[in-house]
């Protein structure tokens, strides 16, 4: 019963694949992960089968080999509205349609135009930021650890206290200081 199983997707895998071209020279890799094994390499204008999606990542076929690519690195070719099944709901998933609106295909989700206007500053939150600082060597560790190549950046100054304003005759606020 499992090898029926086995073979019954195998068959069923290219019949719900969308046709798609990869957009630059891509690794290949066995899951959806920068870190995930690299199991091969896609050249730019390769034509791929999409297979699906998962969050940032695009899962692809070709040929024989399947493995997952960055979703920026690879387009699906179906054409527009025609296809039933994966090929449609990925084809539609991946148009714009409204010129009018902006559609983020990665990066910052969940936040709509009246929740940026109505944004205001919360100190809590800024200093909650300090428990993501880390020391240079722990930085470096954890670069290592991902494969990161080095580049030498100079780290910002330690912050300096803030002085107050020169409230004095001479200053540029007057004697009252600040409006």
Not at 22 to 49: H, P, T
Not at 52 to 65: D, I, K, M, S
Not at 96 to 113: F, I, K, T
């Amino acid at each position: 019963m499992k090898n029926f199983l086995f073979i019954a997707c195998l068959v069923v895998t290219p019949v719900l694949a969308a046709p798609g071209v990869m957009l630059k020279d891509e690794d290949l890799r066995a899951s959806a992960s920068a870190s995930a094994a690299r199991v091969g390499r896609l050249a730019k204008g390769a034509s791929v089968d999409v297979l699906g999606r998962q969050g940032g990542w695009t899962q692809v076929a070709e040929g024989t080999r399947r493995g997952w690519v960055r979703i920026l690195s690879v387009r699906s070719t179906a054409a527009a509205g025609a296809g039933a099944g994966l090929a449609g709901l990925v084809e539609a998933g991946g148009r714009r349609s409204d010129s009018s609106r902006v559609v983020a295909v990665a990066g910052l989700r969940g936040l709509n135009e009246e929740e940026l206007k109505s944004a205001r500053f919360d100190a809590n939150q800024l200093m909650n930021l300090d428990r993501y600082q880390v020391d240079r060597a722990d930085a470096e560790h954890y670069a290592r650890t991902v494969n990161l190549r080095h580049r030498d950046l100079g780290y910002l100054p330690a912050p300096q206290p803030e002085k107050a304003p020169d409230k004095g005759p001479g200053s540029p606020w007057g004697e009252g200081g600040l409006p």
